[in-house]
């Protein structure tokens, strides 16, 4: 049974190493999205694109050794529960890694991006993404539902951010129609952030979930 | 051991029960996010975001049954992968709800609908994402990989629509600056419509994994 634990705990410590890998390079992804689209660096962003693969891989790579854990160390009540949050958390953060892809590839069809004024208004709001991602990482990796709870709770900043964006750049088209296109890839990025601040929010909801057994009330995924 | 494989697939039924009542909603989630769109029934629009925390719910419930099932009978090889892929195809619905919910959302938004042009560009478009939906939902039920291919390559065709739909929704924004507002929305209306046929395209290659413990080798998620 000694070994049996000791084989389970090595198991966990792999499933949890691969989670924080992944996470490593989704925030890495959201920030290199925001640089590209900034600086207009095509290179950079198929860079960024090329390496979403990376998560699939990591992704897959985490189905296969939950599956195997479950398999041949049959973990019972919170191990079991740890297990089933890796694989859901994995899931999560490789689609934290589409929506940096996403943003990668709006950014390269901005035109003219020196005159192109509202380049400015989502850096602010992509670094609190970016932010978000890491805090739900690191609550995860530390088991830490208090910080679990503050990424959350700044969920509802970046909604605010997004509204208010929205509303800038709807003003923009209809002064400058000739950056209608660009500015309409702008309205995916500010999306896209959003989007990354709700999925860093569900890994902050399924931290709650891996140390209780119970998502959070206000829990909305 | 009779008694527990007879148990095992009473428990396996239950599971893909849920899945397919979670696939029945998401479908007609969608569908509804397209009527309460083009007509403008907000009544509707409000059912949609009310019903999405039933998704929500039915999501929790097949990850606690899933967590139950492993614990209690420790399923091996082809019968754990399919309690995994149960909990991943859960996942992935609740999100298509998630997207129709955007929908919804969207379509409140909309001014002065019966001048606007644009939402005749988008229901072609919303009922080829439902049946993939359904379609994903009938290969996962009947474990039909043929039909699992369809939905991907189906994908392609999703994909091609978005992009016509931006196309000129950009020019009808150029030429129409007061409805640019309502544009925007209809620009986010197209975007998660193609993002319903990439997550139906994903349960398409969950069916793959569970039938085969492997992903498609063209999988993108």
Not at 119 to 126: E, F, K, R, S, Y
Not at 182 to 187: F, H, V, W
């Amino acid at each position: 049974m000694e070994h049996t634990v000791k084989a389970f705990d090595e198991d966990i410590t792999k499933l949890r190493g691969l989670i924080a890998q992944m996470g490593g390079m989704a925030e890495v992804a959201v920030q290199n999205a925001m640089d590209a689209l900034v600086k207009g660096d095509d290179a950079l962003a198929e860079k960024i694109i090329a390496d979403d693969k990376k998560l699939d891989a990591l992704e897959s790579e985490v189905d296969k050794l939950a599956v195997r854990i479950i398999a041949l160390r049959a973990p019972m009540a919170d191990d079991l529960r740890e297990v089933i949050a890796a694989l859901k958390i994995a899931g999560v953060v490789e689609r934290i890694g589409d929506y940096s892809k996403a943003i990668a590839k709006a950014g390269r069809q901005i035109e003219d991006r020196k005159k192109f004024g509202p380049l400015t208004l989502v850096p602010a709001m992509g670094e609190i993404a970016a932010e978000m991602v890491h805090d739900a990482m690191t609550a995860y990796a530390a088991r830490d539902a208090v910080l679990a709870r503050e990424v959350i709770v700044t969920d509802e900043k970046v909604d605010n951010f997004y509204e208010s964006i929205f509303r800038n750049l709807v003003s923009h088209m209809v002064e400058n129609p000739s950056t209608i296109s660009s500015a309409a890839q702008m309205l995916f990025v500010a999306r896209n952030l959003e989007r990354i601040g709700d999925h860093a929010t569900n890994v902050a909801e399924m931290v709650h979930f891996a140390a209780t057994g119970a998502y959070p009330v206000d829990a909305d995924f």
